[in-house]
Every structure is written in C-alpha cells, then in structure tokens.
C-alpha cells in the first residue's frame, strides 16, 4: 500500500535559517508529488508539485523540491525561513492517473523570530 | 481564484443523530470532489472521491452507508454522516478538482464533535 513519511514532527528554528523537510514515500511506479501547507486557522494551500521533467522544481513563497527517484523522496528547502513561515506542511503523494492524494503526517514548523 | 468553501465549519451533535456537511466551489467548476478525515496529529485520510452526477468512490474501509456523499451539481458536494457516534468525532476536509487540473483546492475544514 501507498505510505508516505516525513520523519520530522517539530521543527523549530530561528528567522534566516535553512530549512529542509523530508519526505519519502512507497510507491514504486510513477507518482505526482507534492507539498501543502496550512497556516494557522487557515485551509490547505498548495506550495508546490512535481509531475515530471526538472526534478527540482519551484513554489511559492521562495520554497523548493527535489524528486530524487532512486530515494523516493521528495524534500521541502527554502534557504531563508521567516516568521510568518510558520504552519504545518503536509507532503502528499498521488499516483499518476488516480488523483488519490496520500498524506504524510505533517511536519509543524515553527519560526523564531 | 479557486475558492472552496465547507459549511458548517463546526458542529455538535449528539449520538444517533445525522449531521450533513456542505463543500462548494464558489469560483469554479468542480468535476470531482474529495472528502478526507483528518484525526489529531495524524495525516488526512482519503475517505472517498465523488465525481458530478455519479456515485461516490469509497476508499477501503469507509462505510458508504455510514457516510453518504451526495455530488449532484458542479458546485455543490455534501457529506452526511448517519447515526453518528462519539468515534466519529473528527475533522472532515474536502477538495475540489476541475476536469482538466490536477490540484485539488482544499475547504477550511468542518470539526464535528458527537457527544
């Protein structure tokens, strides 16, 4: 069955620091990933997504992703976290042609300022 | 743009009762609708997806006639939880999709509480 982890729970860090989520997933064939983020009382909202070509791709807000295949991973980095990045961030993984989307458990990021 | 809206955002009913949940796409056309669970601390989980006009696709595990999911216009995706129980108690999320996009735009999230 499809699972996806991201290993961290909490991070906290300081304003300016470097930031790097992790996610890896099961799933063996082709996926289209992604990462969510849900600031404090707000809805889910869409940072980014990979479907294919530069497995390296760009969101908004200054983050990005990169797909390694051979490590079924999908990791979130921005290199300069703000205050107001504060919010939980949900990677989600879907296989091709299903629009199933499968969650990771979240990671809470808290900025210091 | 891509608005999805979800009434009520919370509700408090007691055990037994049915509750009806509301998601709408205000701004856009939604060919098919998702319906998740989210449990504290843990990730959403796919309840079910439901396409305009036909009848709901329920993940493993999801009770169907426990969780009835009505999609019967473009706009419009209602989850009614039936003779609901204290387990029940959760968060329920919905998404809207178009037929020619693959992101889902999520609702704000409806927190039901069965005493």
């Known amino acids: 069955a499809q699972s996806v982890s991201q290993h961290n729970h909490h991070v906290i860090l300081s304003e300016a620091a470097s930031l790097e989520l992790g996610c890896n997933y099961s799933?063996?064939?082709?996926?289209?990933l992604f990462w969510y983020v849900q600031y404090p009382g707000q809805h889910l909202q869409l940072l980014l997504k990979?479907?294919?070509?530069?497995?390296l791709v760009k969101g908004i807000k200054g983050f990005e992703a990169e797909f390694i295949k051979s490590k079924f991973s999908f990791n979130l980095r921005k290199p300069s976290v703000q205050w107001s990045d504060t919010a939980e961030y949900f990677c989600?993984?879907?296989?091709?042609?299903?629009?199933?989307?499968?969650f990771g458990t979240g990671t809470r990021l808290t900025v210091i300022p | 743009g891509a608005v999805v809206s979800q009434h009520p955002s919370w509700v408090i009913c007691k055990s037994g009762t049915s509750v009806k949940i509301e998601c709408r796409s205000l701004?856009?056309?939604?060919?098919?609708m998702f319906w998740y669970r989210q449990f504290p601390k843990q990730s959403l989980m796919l309840m079910a997806t439901?396409?305009?006009?036909?009848?709901?696709?329920?993940e493993q595990g999801v009770e169907k006639d426990k969780f009835l999911i009505n999609h019967a216009s473009l706009t419009l995706s209602t989850l009614t939880v039936t003779s609901a129980h204290p387990e029940d108690s959760s968060f329920y999320i919905c998404?809207?999709?178009?037929?020619?996009?693959?992101?889902?735009?999520f609702g704000p999230g409806t927190r039901l509480t069965v005493t």
């Open positions: 998404s809207a999709a178009t037929v020619d996009s693959y992101e889902q735009y």
């Open positions: 799933y063996g064939g082709t996926v289209n």
């Open positions: 990979y479907f294919s070509g530069d497995p």
């Open positions: 989600a993984v879907d296989q091709t042609g299903a629009n199933n989307l499968f």
């Open positions: 701004d856009f056309q939604a060919t098919t």
């Open positions: 439901s396409n305009e006009g036909s009848k709901a696709t329920y």
